[in-house]
Every structure is written in C-alpha cells, then in structure tokens.
C-alpha cells in the first residue's frame, strides 16, 4: 500500500519542481540572491526537493528508476532534437527558433532538463557497492544517455549558438550542457566499479563510454569556454583520472590533444606575459638580457606551477605511482636546482622555487633517495647565508619573508624524518636557526618568519631527543636516581632563551603557539624535569609567565597560563615556595613590604590544579589591585 502513495509522492515531487507542469510557482523563487549558504531560493528549494527524490530512490529502487528515466528521456528529446534548427548565419550558428512562444517553451523545457540531470546525479550512489550487479543495467541506460548528451552538446556548440533571446536561451543551454557533464561525473564511483568488477567480459563497452565522455571534454578545456561549463567539464576530466583511473587513459586522441592544445596555449600566451611591466626587473626594460631574463622568469613559473601540480596529485598515491612520477620528473628537479643559485636574490622565483621543492620534499622524498636529498638540502644551506637571510626578511618584504619561511618549512619536514639518515645536518639546522635566522628576527615586532622558525624548532627538539639527551639503560632502571647525559647543551639552551624571549613579546598568536610547545615536549618528553631545565631554567620561566599575567598582555590565555605555570612548579614545589615565590614579591615594584607579605601569606602552599591555579590568578589580581590603589594616593600619603 506506501508503495503506491510513495510512488505518488515521487511523480508529485518531480512534477513541482518542473515548469512545465507548476510555471507560476517555480517563478516567483529568487533565482538571484544568496543566503547564508550561498544558495539561493529556488537552488534550495530544488535541493530538499531532490532529497525526497533519493529518499523515495533508497525504499523503492526498481519504482523511483522507471518514474524518473522517462521524465528525462522526454526533457532529453527536446534538447536533442534542437540540431535540427540550426542553420548558418555571417557570424556562425543560430538557432532558428524565434516566435515568443516556442521560445518560452523551450526556456521551460531547458530549465525542467537541467533540474532533472541534477535529480538523475543525485541519485548515482544508489548504483553502486553491494547493488551494482542488481542494477548494472539501469545505470548502464543513464550513463549511456549521459555520454550521448554531453557529446552531443560540445559537438554542436550549443553554448556558443547566436539565440532570438540570448539572456535568457544562452544560459539556459549553458547550464543543461554544463549539469550533464555533471551528472556523468557523479557516476564516476559507478564507472570505477564498472572498470574493476565487469569491463574484462565487456572491455569494449567500458573504453567506449571513457572514450566518447572525453571527446564531449576535450572541445571544453579552453579560455573561450564560459567559466561554468569549463568548470564542470575539468571536474569530470579529474573524476575519470583520479576516481576511474583507466590504464589506457593516455593513449585516447582526446586526451593527447588536450595535453597538446596546453603546450599550445602556454606559448601562444607567453608574449602576453612577457610584455607585462610589471615583471620586468628594473633597469632592465629596453635590454635584450632584460628581456630573456623575464622570459626566463615567465617560463620557470609555468613550469613549476605544473610540476608541483602533479607532485601534489600523486604524493596520495601507492609507492609504484610516486615512483613512476619521479622517475618522469627527475630530470627537471636536477635542473632546478641547478638554476636555484643563479635567481637566489630573485625572491619571486625563489619563492616559486621552494614552493616546488617543498611539494616535492612532502610527496616524493622517499623517491628522491638520500643522496639527492641531501644535496638539494646542502645547496640551500650554503646559498641561505646570514646576509642572504638579512635581505630576504629585512628588505624584500613579504615575498622575502615567504622564500625563508618555504625554507624552514623544507628543513622542518628534514628534522621529522625517523632514523639516522639526515642527523648530520642537525647541527647545521640548529646554527642556521640560531645564529643566522634568529637575531635577525628576534627584535622585530613583525611576526613574518617567527612561527615557522620556532615550528623548526620544536621539530628540532621534539623529534631529535637523543640529540640532546642520551638515555641510558640505568637511567630507565633507575628513573630518578640517574640523569640522562647532557649534550649539545649550548645549543639547547640557546633554543630554550629563544622560546623564552618570545613569551615577552606582544604577538598573542606567537605566545600561544610556544607555549603549545613546551607543554608538549614536557608531556612527550618530561622538559621541564630535565636537570638543565630544572636548574637553571625552570623559575625563569615561571616568572616570565607570572609578569605576563600581572601586565594583562595575553589575558586570553590566563587559563593556558595558569597550566604551564603548575607544570612547571609542580617539578620543584618546595622550591617555588620557599625560594622563588618569596623572591619574586620581593623583586615586585609598586607595592610595599606589608603588600607583599599579605600577597604571600594569601597564596596558600596547595599542591592540586585547580587551587594553585586560583592562588595564581587571586596573586595577580591583589597585586594590581595594590599597585592601581598606591599609583592613585596623593604624593606623601603615609600608608598604613
């Protein structure tokens, strides 16, 4: 019996959203303007529409096919019989339809054909997984259609035809041929399933459909396409690649001729580029050298830009595939690094550079093999001197700033990486970082290049321990009677002062995140337990953390604070009470000594979280209230 009311429920359902059958409606829904999740009224009211379509399509598979396929199929015949009229006018092809009617009929059709592709997309995961051989047939009947339709409409070039109404046809046929596209690639799942369970019994069938759906998006990929319907056909184009993944994909016509009208493209807008003034290094406009030096330029973008592409595509994929990809690219990696030196004081083709070299080092470093590794790594150490660096950051502004920090984001991938390949480079890392990078920044208010410098950093400590610490086999036995052996201490603390100067600086962003860092290492790797830390370091910290609560400077982070504050007494309380607690209201301006004994005696000597924390945050509220209620009191008041 519900079989028959949601069968009903269905036909009304499509009925409502096509103008053929519910025009006066379905023309009042705002087609214009975006709501808060920019859609519009009549994009929304489709949408839940086809929602009750899918859902019906879930209960009643085999009923909600046979009530949708016709619909289209009628909607379909319309558009496809629209060959016939189009003759040849001066100016190319026109659709010879023009009395007012006909017109508004077909404007209805073309709307209700494109709604309807949008319902027949929706509904392709029903098709697919378990239910694939049920209904192989059905969605076989779709995506045949669908094939025939989008080749149809790149053939004719219906979205370039001349109409009697161009502002309402043209994009009402731009918009069928770009929902077809589509809907085809929404079943993109169904014909990867098609390729891996049944091509082999019917190989034909399946090169036929990859190869007619490509023909209809070849035509698409070019700057004279309307931005929806190139869109739409660069979507299917990477479905079929990325999701179907066809072995044969690269031998068909219609994909070599889209690699070659690339080719062809770039070196037909080549002198476009070139002619730009803006890319023409000063002092240089008129020169033949200038002039091959920008073409130089424009050529190493374009080739990087793709380069880095299809490093990014494949970095996802099997160890098989990357290693094909490096093999292809191998040679214009080693060219590139070749060329690094000679534009080291270019930022902007550094900077495109690194942004090749780091996609590279993310994607492919396991391909790269050691050896290369390390000289492209080796390159960039000797080339990044200190005076580099300095004009670089200092004078290259944000271009600059962005070449250094692709740099440490390089080295940061390095100092991550397990075993004892890339350990040799540490301590030049370490000195790059701390004797080069960081005085150049550390004073600076600009927080360019501190984030990615102390990232490397922490990197440097979290992920190199034993660079720092060796632990021994009685140090884990016995766990606090023995310490772990020190090494490269001045190169740790060097590291540990860096982190603590930045907590004094104003960037909220820069105090939260190397905050998030030592709490961390603390975690992963007991820091703050640690005798370097521990006795030297550890109540520096703590007072820099108390002064930065007291001065309200990052009052969005009391509660982070007030965290590490107790991680890091809790290692030493005796100490923090009956030293550094006394010494630090000591050493407090602006109150005087009956202040700071109350101020003491008020901070109980708990032990738990939550109460230390509340003396904190009760210790730095007195003693401003102290000091605002002393600064207000007339000069030779006597306090009491």
């Known amino acids: 019996m519900y079989e028959d009311a949601l069968v009903l429920l269905l036909t009304e359902v499509l ?79 026109r659709l010879n339809i023009t009395a007012e009617n006909d017109c508004r009929r077909l404007h209805c059709s073309l709307r209700d054909l494109s709604s309807l592709l949008q319902a027949v997309g929706r509904l392709a995961e029903y098709f697919t997984g378990d239910v694939f051989a049920a209904r192989f047939n059905d969605a076989l009947t779709v995506v045949e259609r669908l094939v025939k339709v989008t080749l149809y409409g790149s053939q004719i070039k219906l979205y370039n035809i001349e109409t009697a109404v161009p502002s309402v046809l043209k994009p009402d046929l731009i918009d069928v041929h770009a929902q077809s596209l589509a809907a085809l690639q929404a079943y993109a799942h169904w014909l990867a399933q098609f390729y891996s369970e049944v091509h082999r019994q019917n190989p034909e069938q399946f090169i036929s459909l ?47 001729k889209v690699f070659n009208r690339i080719t062809d493209t770039s070196a037909q807008r080549l002198p476009d580029k070139v002619s730009s003034p803006t890319a023409v290094p000063h002092g240089n406009e008129g ?25 990014e595509s494949v970095s996802g994929e099997s160890t098989k595939s990357r290693q094909i990809c490096y093999q292809s690219l191998q040679e214009s990696v080693q060219v590139s690094l070749a060329l690094f030196p000679a534009f080291i004081h270019q930022s902007d083709v550094t900077d495109e550079m690194l942004s090749f070299f780091l996609t590279l080092f993310q994607g492919l470093r396991v391909q790269m093999g050691v050896p290369f590794t390390e000289q492209i790594i080796q390159t960039f150490l000797n080339m990044f001197t200190r005076e580099q660096l300095a ?57 360019d290049v501190k984030a990615e410098l102390f990232e490397l950093l922490f990197r440097v400590l979290h992920h190199n321990w034993r660079y720092f610490f060796k632990s021994s086999v009685l140090a884990s036995v016995q766990r606090g009677v023995a310490e772990e052996q020190m090494e490269n201490e001045a190169q740790f603390s060097a590291i540990m002062q860096a982190f603590g100067q ?96 109350v101020l003491g005696r008020n901070f109980k000597m708990d032990r738990d979280l939550p109460s230390f924390t509340q003396n904190v945050h009760r210790l730095v509220n007195d003693l401003r209230y102290y000091r605002l209620c002393n600064d207000s009191l007339p000069p030779g008041t006597v306090k009491l």
Not at 565 to 574: G, I, L, P
Request: hydrophobic residues 40%; charged residues 20%; proline residues 4%.
């Open 287 to 311: 020169s033949v050298l200038g002039k091959m030096c920008l073409r130089s330029k424009v050529i190493i973008h374009q080739t990087l830009s793709v380069l880095e592409d299809i490093v």
């Open 391 to 447: 004009e670089s950051i200092l004078h290259e502004g944000s271009t600059g700033c962005r070449v250094v920090e692709k740099f440490l984001k390089i080295l940061q991938v390095v100092v991550q990486e397990p075993g004892q390949v890339f350990k040799p480079f540490l301590p030049s890392v370490i000195s790059l970082c701390m004797e080069q990078v960081y005085p150049i920044i550390a004073e600076r208010s600009s927080p």
């Open 210 to 256: 990859v190869s007619t759906a490509l023909e209809a998006i070849t035509p698409l990929i070019s700057s004279k396409v309307q931005e929806k319907l190139l869109l739409s056909a660069c979507h299917l184009l990477v479905s079929l690649a990325t999701t179907v993944r066809p072995v044969f994909l690269i031998s068909i016509p219609a994909v070599q």
């Open 502 to 597: 930045s907590f004094l600086q104003p960037d909220i962003h820069l105090f939260k995140q190397n905050l998030f860092y030592l709490e961390t290492l603390n975690t992963k790797q007991k820091l703050y337990h640690k005798k370097i830390f521990r006795t030297t370091m550890l109540f520096q910290f703590v007072n820099v953390l108390l002064q930065v609560l007291v001065h309200k400077s990052h009052d969005l982070l009391q509660e982070e604070i007030g965290i590490a504050t107790y991680n890091m007494a809790s290692v030493d309380f005796d100490g923090f009470y009956s030293a550094f607690l006394p010494e630090f209201l000591a050493s407090c301006d602006g109150v005087d000594s009956n202040q700071k004994n």
């Open 15 to 93: 009925n409502r959203i096509q103008f053929r059958y519910n025009q006066a409606q379905l023309e009042e829904l705002d087609d214009e303007t975006l709501d808060d999740d920019q859609q519009t009224e009549w994009q929304r009211y489709l949408r839940q529409s086809l929602e009750v379509v899918a859902k019906v399509m879930e209960l009643l598979p085999t009923h909600a096919f046979s009530t949708l396929f016709p619909v289209l199929q009628d909607n379909l015949e319309v558009y496809l019989g629209l060959q016939q009229f189009v003759v040849t006018s001066g100016t190319g092809h």
